[in-house]
């Protein structure tokens, strides 16, 4: 067990560890509090599905240039610009991180990534409330920025 274990464990590095686990807890919080608001404005299944279908388009079809762009060179211009879009940043770090992303690079896109995440919990989590206390009513689409600028209270 020894023989099989050294060679993998022999570039281990546990920044790299961290970091993935950091970009991974984080795009699944950023996209959990899309699909949430989803369906916060759904009234039914059919409404669910009406607004995921163009927002999981949003998020999945930058993904397959930026792939091919990540095999070609981790350090192209379209993933590194996509490190940079919070909304993206999860699944073009992780993508990246496996050819060499410099520190400075992983933190910045970190921090970035934390902001979005805290600004994204406030807003949506408005909606939410806001939906919760409105008797079962889903938010029209129109009403949603004025349910996020709203304070709570």
Do not use: C, H
Request: hydrophobic letters at 60%; charged letters at 10%; aromatic letters at 10%.
């Amino acid at each position: 067990l020894g023989r099989v274990l050294r060679p993998l464990l022999s570039g281990f590095d546990a920044g790299l560890v961290a970091a993935t686990v950091f970009f991974f807890l984080a795009g699944y919080l950023v996209y959990a509090m899309v699909f949430l608001a989803i369906g916060t404005m759904a009234e039914s299944m059919q409404d669910a599905q009406a607004y995921l279908v163009p927002v999981m388009m949003a998020l999945i079809l930058p993904f397959a240039p930026m792939v091919n762009a990540v095999l070609q060179s981790p350090d192209a211009l379209f993933p590194r610009v996509m490190s940079w879009i919070p909304i993206y940043t999860p699944m073009a770090m992780l993508a990246r991180m496996g050819g060499g992303v410099p520190v400075w690079e992983i933190l910045g896109a970190s921090a970035l990534l934390v902001v979005f995440v805290a600004l994204e919990l406030l807003l949506l989590g408005r909606v939410f409330q806001a939906s919760l206390l409105n008797s079962g009513r889903a938010p029209k689409l129109g009403q949603l920025i004025g349910l996020m600028r709203a304070r709570a209270g």
